[in-house]
């Protein structure tokens, strides 16, 4: 018989020829699986392995039973169903290896079937077998049954009850008592004569044991004193009814279980007053509770409300977690703490939750949240959520006003000076870092990667290498990454997924670009804002020669301090606004065409209409103290990368 079941499996799961089915079926009705010339004939029709197999069937776990020849392995997965103890799962072993029949299991109120080779538990295994594949095996368990008679408990009692039949794992209700007793009243049934009440009548029971075809007896209960115990939910949010409960003089009874449920809080067990501490738990056996025949006492259900566990997690930045809080109860607040992370170019932008059914947002520092409002997970249990630092590029503002822009000592292109009336803008605090850049685009172009200066931090060195070009796809891709509506708009879409690679060569449809009215995204300065906020704003404060200083080692990154190399943002001193680097490190690309001065009073100036260049500010570390004047102009294609120099640094209105 194990062969026929094994050419029968190799028939149906190979999908052999109906006449090799046939010869099978009919080997199996006559019984002559041991007749020496009909095993012959079907060796020769039934291959040995599936190499005939056309379409590389596979068992449903992905086995493949096609062989090369050469030393293959394979796993062999048991799964056990709950079974123990648990065979070693998976195993890895060679083609060709066997497996015999695992240990002996057990699993509590079950017996074991059979082991079987598919998930449905349709085709049995017949140890041992010839591994050839992957392979999973499926244990089968049966559930045991067993009997619940009914003892009446008293000579004196009469009636019957039905005997019921139950299967483990499902619930049954208990055969309706059909005892009387005269001059008493049914309590429910205990386990002993004498014992605690713990069903009542028609009780909804499962696993009384987990013995194969065991008996179990329930014994009737009679009292004939009883009192009354009311369940009061103990909370206007609380859901449920619990009906009233006849308890008796004399017999232990349980509890009823606890059906109330409050959203956010767990059952804590009973208490004699509303206020008051937990005495009895659930379905506890008590006895005699009330002081006398006919009263009713009432228990109040107390709760415990889930808690949320807080981390902190610094998103990039270095520092410590906040001290508080880091719990909270359900149904309280919480008070969002401040920031207690730093992270050089960046600004503290709130905080993000995360977490098992945490809901998502970002809160600001200081702002009270009902917690409620952090989780989900927390309605039905303890939770824990993290909140991580959002950061921002650090921005500083800039006040609007007037300054003198060009210089009367420079160069043609810097006349002639006149007079500028700028709104309040936003401006980077400091040039874009590599991290910055590396963030939204995905990569590194600089000349510098690697090999910083004694003491500073490789991802803090300003980008460079990067065309005009690519300036506006950072801004725009930056803008969505934070929820900002995009400045930059080319061919109708604010979209740089929808631009096409960024050119590298003068092309008519990138600068066609236009800026999107009301845009409340990152952009490149234009040349006036970059003059304005490098000589400190309004009135151009101490009128210095240099970004902040007549002093051009305290501010600047030029070629006699720079070792012709980019440094760290922000090692030089600030100007007045509190902005790095305005002064050398790297020439700085603006929104403008290149182009000549007016001689009349500007508000708010964008830069010429058209043109061949776009301006460029600042100069970089391989320059020459001259040019990283403020009113120093330079300009290039917008395709151009600047070799090792050129970067930007960002503006918002």
Same mark, same amino acid.
């Given at each position: 018989?194990?062969?026929?079941?094994?050419?029968?499996?190799?028939?149906?799961?190979?999908?052999?020829?109906?006449?090799?089915?046939?010869?099978?079926?009919?080997?199996?009705?006559?019984?002559?699986?041991?007749?020496?010339?009909?095993?012959?004939?079907?060796?020769?029709?039934?291959?040995?392995?599936?190499?005939?197999?056309?379409?590389?069937?596979?068992?449903?776990?992905?086995?493949?039973?096609?062989?090369?020849?050469?030393?293959?392995?394979? =796993?062999?997965?048991?799964?056990?169903?709950?079974?123990?103890?648990?065979?070693?799962?998976?195993?890895?072993?060679?083609?060709?290896?066997?497996?015999?029949?695992?240990?002996?299991?057990?699993?509590?109120?079950?017996?074991?079937?059979?082991?079987?080779?598919?998930?449905?538990?349709?085709?049995?295994?017949?140890?041992?077998?010839?591994?050839?594949?992957?392979?999973?095996?499926?244990?089968?368990?049966?559930?045991?049954?067993?009997?619940?008679?009914?003892?009446?408990?008293?000579?004196?009692?009469?009636?019957?009850?039905?005997?019921?039949?139950?299967?483990?794992?499902?619930?049954?209700?208990?055969?309706?008592?059909?005892?009387?007793?005269?001059?008493?009243?049914?309590?429910?049934?205990?386990?002993?004569?004498?014992?605690?009440?713990?069903?009542?009548?028609?009780?909804?029971?499962?696993?009384?044991?987990?013995?194969?075809?065991?008996?179990?007896?329930?014994?009737?209960?009679?009292?004939?004193?009883?009192?009354?115990?009311?369940?009061?939910?103990?909370?206007?949010?609380?859901?449920?009814?619990?009906?009233?409960?006849?308890?008796?003089?004399?017999?232990?009874?349980?509890?009823?279980?606890?059906?109330?449920?409050?959203?956010?809080?767990?059952?804590?067990?009973?208490?004699?007053?509303?206020?008051?501490?937990?005495?009895?738990?659930?379905?506890?056996?008590?006895?005699?509770?009330?002081?006398?025949?006919?009263?009713?006492?009432?228990?109040?259900?107390?709760?415990?409300?889930?808690?949320?566990?807080?981390?902190?997690?610094?998103?990039?930045?270095?520092?410590?977690?906040?001290?508080?809080?880091?719990?909270?109860?359900?149904?309280?607040?919480? =008070?969002?703490?401040?920031?207690?992370?730093?992270?050089?170019?960046?600004?503290?932008?709130?905080?993000?939750?995360?977490?098992?059914?945490?809901?998502?947002?970002?809160?600001?520092?200081?702002?009270?949240?009902?917690?409620?409002?952090?989780?989900?997970?927390?309605?039905?249990?303890?939770?824990?959520?993290?909140?991580?630092?959002?950061?921002?590029?650090?921005?500083?503002?800039?006040?609007?006003?007037?300054?003198?822009?060009?210089?009367?000592?420079?160069?043609?292109?810097?006349?002639?000076?006149?007079?500028?009336?700028?709104?309040?803008?936003?401006?980077?605090?400091?040039?874009?870092?590599?991290?910055?850049?590396?963030?939204?685009?995905?990569?590194?172009?600089?000349?510098?990667?690697?090999?910083?200066?004694?003491?500073?931090?490789?991802?803090?060195?300003?980008?460079?290498?990067?065309?005009?070009?690519?300036?506006?796809?950072?801004?725009?891709?930056?803008?969505?990454?934070?929820?900002?509506?995009?400045?930059?708009?080319?061919?109708?879409?604010?979209?740089?997924?929808?631009?096409?690679?960024?050119?590298?060569?003068?092309?008519?449809?990138?600068?066609?670009?236009?800026?999107?009215?009301?845009?409340?995204?990152?952009?490149?300065?234009?040349?006036?804002?970059?003059?304005?906020?490098?000589?400190?704003?309004?009135?151009?404060?101490?009128?210095?020669?240099?970004?902040?200083?007549?002093?051009?080692?305290?501010?600047?990154?030029?070629?006699?301090?720079?070792?012709?190399?980019?440094?760290?943002?922000?090692?030089?001193?600030?100007?007045?606004?509190?902005?790095?680097?305005?002064?050398?490190?790297?020439?700085?690309?603006?929104?403008?065409?290149?182009?000549?001065?007016?001689?009349?009073?500007?508000?708010?100036?964008?830069?010429?209409?058209?043109?061949?260049?776009?301006?460029?500010?600042?100069?970089?570390?391989?320059?020459?103290?001259?040019?990283?004047?403020?009113?120093?102009?330079?300009?290039?294609?917008?395709?151009?990368?600047?070799?090792?120099?050129?970067?930007?640094?960002?503006?918002?209105?």
């Amino acid at each position: 018989m194990p062969y026929i079941v094994n050419i029968m499996y190799i028939c149906i799961s190979g999908r052999k020829s109906l006449f090799i089915l046939f010869l099978c079926l009919l080997l199996f009705a006559f019984n002559t699986c041991e007749n020496p010339i009909m095993v012959r004939l079907l060796d020769s029709l039934v291959p040995q392995n599936e190499e005939e197999n056309d379409d590389n069937q596979t068992n449903e776990e992905g086995s493949d039973d096609n062989h090369d020849g050469g030393s293959t392995s394979y =796993t062999v997965t048991f799964n056990v169903d709950g079974g123990t103890p648990v065979p070693s799962s998976p195993v890895t072993v060679e083609y060709g290896s066997t497996i015999d029949l695992p240990t002996a299991m057990t699993k509590t109120g079950y017996t074991f079937d059979n082991w079987y080779m598919d998930s449905a538990k349709t085709i049995p295994v017949v140890f041992p077998i010839t591994v050839t594949g992957n392979v999973s095996l499926y244990a089968k368990w049966n559930p045991i049954s067993y009997t619940v008679v009914y003892n009446k408990n008293a000579s004196g009692a009469t009636g019957t009850t039905e005997t019921s039949s139950h299967t483990y794992d499902e619930p049954k209700l208990l055969t309706a008592n059909g005892y009387s007793y005269s001059g008493y009243t049914f309590a429910g049934w205990a386990r002993t004569e004498g014992g605690t009440v713990e069903f009542t009548n028609g009780h909804s029971v499962v696993n009384l044991t987990s013995e194969n075809n065991a008996t179990v007896t329930l014994y009737a209960r009679w009292g004939t004193q009883p009192y009354y115990i009311e369940y009061n939910k103990n909370s206007d949010d609380a859901e449920e009814n619990m009906m009233i409960s006849t308890f008796f003089f004399g017999i232990e009874q349980n509890l009823k279980e606890n059906s109330f449920t409050r959203t956010g809080y767990t059952f804590a067990g009973w208490a004699k007053t509303s206020g008051g501490s937990v005495e009895f738990s659930d379905k506890e056996a008590v006895l005699d509770l009330a002081g006398s025949a006919g009263a009713t006492i009432k228990l109040y259900a107390k709760w415990t409300a889930h808690t949320l566990d807080i981390n902190y997690a610094g998103g990039g930045g270095d520092g410590s977690a906040p001290s508080s809080p880091i719990s909270a109860a359900y149904g309280t607040s919480i =008070t969002i703490p401040a920031n207690t992370y730093i992270r050089k170019g960046y600004a503290f932008a709130g905080w993000e939750v995360s977490g098992t059914g945490s809901l998502t947002g970002t809160y600001a520092a200081e702002v009270n949240v009902a917690v409620s409002a952090l989780s989900t997970a927390i309605a039905n249990g303890n939770a824990s959520i993290t909140l991580t630092v959002k950061w921002t590029i650090d921005m500083v503002y800039v006040p609007g006003g007037s300054f003198e822009m060009g210089s009367n000592s420079g160069y043609d292109n810097q006349q002639p000076v006149h007079t500028v009336t700028l709104s309040g803008f936003y401006m980077g605090k400091y040039e874009v870092t590599q991290e910055q850049w590396t963030a939204v685009m995905g990569n590194n172009p600089s000349f510098f990667p690697s090999s910083p200066a004694t003491g500073e931090i490789q991802n803090k060195r300003p980008v460079e290498y990067v065309s005009w070009y690519n300036a506006l796809v950072f801004c725009n891709k930056l803008s969505m990454m934070e929820g900002l509506s995009p400045a930059y708009r080319i061919s109708g879409s604010t979209d740089p997924a929808n631009w096409g690679n960024v050119p590298t060569s003068i092309n008519s449809t990138w600068n066609a670009v236009e800026i999107v009215a009301g845009s409340t995204g990152y952009r490149l300065p234009t040349e006036a804002q970059w003059e304005y906020a490098a000589r400190g704003g309004n009135g151009s404060p101490g009128n210095y020669t240099y970004s902040g200083s007549d002093i051009v080692d305290d501010v600047a990154w030029y070629t006699s301090n720079s070792g012709n190399e980019t440094h760290e943002v922000g090692k030089k001193a600030a100007n007045g606004l509190g902005l790095y680097d305005m002064s050398g490190n790297v020439s700085e690309w603006c929104w403008d065409w290149f182009g000549s001065y007016p001689s009349e009073a500007q508000t708010n100036p964008v830069g010429a209409v058209i043109g061949s260049y776009r301006v460029s500010r600042g100069n970089e570390c391989i320059s020459n103290a001259q040019s990283l004047r403020p009113a120093y102009r330079n300009y290039n294609y917008p395709n151009y990368q600047g070799g090792n120099f050129f970067g930007f640094r960002l503006a918002r209105p």
